[in-house]
């Protein structure tokens, strides 16, 4: 195991079985650990059958004297893996500080992969995954709530938010809301553990559902991104006629009429026959006034 390193490791969310070997080892290897709960990480380490480890408490309310003492352990040369309660560390976590404060005093920061709730409720909501964004707990503030929410009203991301479940009603109303109750949601919970379970509805679906079901475990929820709006008529029309203002710029400078209205319909997102037409009509216009 490296000196002066801060290994960031990925505990389970529930199933012991997902702390992969790699963090087995570094969790045996390090100097000591720097845990959200000391006492939850010990219980890991027991239940992993792996050797007891100097353990420092490092959360949200003391992560600043907190993380000069972990980086004073490390610029001396020990070695330190960084633990949440459940999870990766550092994502939406204090853990950030302590990893800009290593990257500010150049000591290597390895990451150990493994259990990540919002990536696993990601892959399993059925929603598009190809561009998301994280936006962890909605503020317990009604102002800040709102103005968060606001914010996201044309998102065209699918989004990822964390809820407790004293919460999840008031969020979901909020939700459907701020994105109207016809947006697509899919709520994980309790993410591999035995009651584990991911429901796919409607925002406004939702809202029914758990008035009549009482929220238990902890909540992932995926929300559809802003749909494509069709363009204004108005739009539509002024970029048909920008088209064929390119289509007509091309001919000029030698280009087939053929070869400018196939290039500049697929450039500017119009339907070639559309914008075909459109420069016949504008043609025989010009045609017919000289």
Known sequence: MSEATLYLVATPIGNLSDLSPRAREVLASVDFIAAEDTRVTQKLLT?????KKPLISYYEHNRRARGEEVLAKLLAGESCALVTDAGTPAVSDPG??????????????????????????LAASGLPTGRWCFEGFLSVNKKARREHLDALAGEKRTMIFYEAPHKLCA???????????????????????????????????????????????????????????????EDADARLQAAANEVRRRIAQGETQKDAVKAVSAEAGVKKNALYRLVLEQEEQTSASD
């Open 171 to 233: 969020t979901l109303r909020d939700l459907s809301d701020a994105f109207g109750g016809d947006r697509r949601i899919s709520l994980s919970r309790e993410l591999t553990k035995l009651h584990e379970e991911t429901l796919r509805m409607t925002l406004s679906e939702a809202v029914q559902y758990f008035d009549q079901t009482p929220p238990r475990g902890e909540f992932v929820l995926i929300v559809e991104g802003a749909p494509d709006l069709p363009d204004a008529p």
């Open 96 to 121: 950030e500080d302590l990893v800009a404060l290593c990257a500010a005093h150049n000591v290597p920061v390895i990451p150990i992969p493994g259990c990540c709730a919002a990536v696993c409720a």
């Open 47 to 51: 239940a992993c059958a792996l050797p």
